[in-house]
């Protein structure tokens, strides 16, 4: 079992960047691919950017593409979330997720066995 744990979230003026963190439990953190997805009030939740177990495969939304960097850190069994220029349309509540195992970039909610609490993001025009 892998328990998931957001924090960083908060209010922040366009323009603006901050930083969300996903600490992980488990002893096979570095193994999984790991995703952040959003959810704004009334709309489905999307998916933001993916990593790979090595760290050096990332993909990204068109949306963030350019202002969002996801990394991870396999020693502190954290994964990170740097996001920049924020718009207000990126205000959402924020879910790091984990997937068991694979190789590839996973994009669906679907494609994700564990999911953390979800930290707010809010971003003021």
């Known amino acids: 079992q892998v328990q998931l744990v957001e924090s960083g979230g908060g209010l922040v003026q366009a323009g603006g960047s901050l930083r969300v963190s996903c600490a992980a439990s488990?002893?096979?953190?570095?193994?999984?691919?790991m995703g952040w997805f959003r959810q704004a009030p009334g709309k489905e939740r999307e998916f933001v950017s993916t990593i790979l177990w090595s760290g050096g495969n990332t993909y990204y939304a068109n949306s963030v593409k350019g202002r969002f960097t996801i990394s991870r850190d396999n020693a502190k069994n954290t994964v990170y979330l740097q996001m920049s220029s924020l718009k207000p349309e990126d205000t959402a509540v924020y879910y790091c997720?984990?997937?068991?195992?694979?190789?590839?970039?996973?994009?669906?909610?679907?494609?994700?066995?564990?999911w953390g609490q979800g930290t707010q993001v809010t971003v003021s025009s």
């Open positions: 488990g002893r096979t953190f570095s193994s999984y691919p």
């Open positions: 997720a984990a997937r068991r195992g694979g190789n590839k970039y996973y994009t669906s909610v679907d494609d994700y066995d564990y």
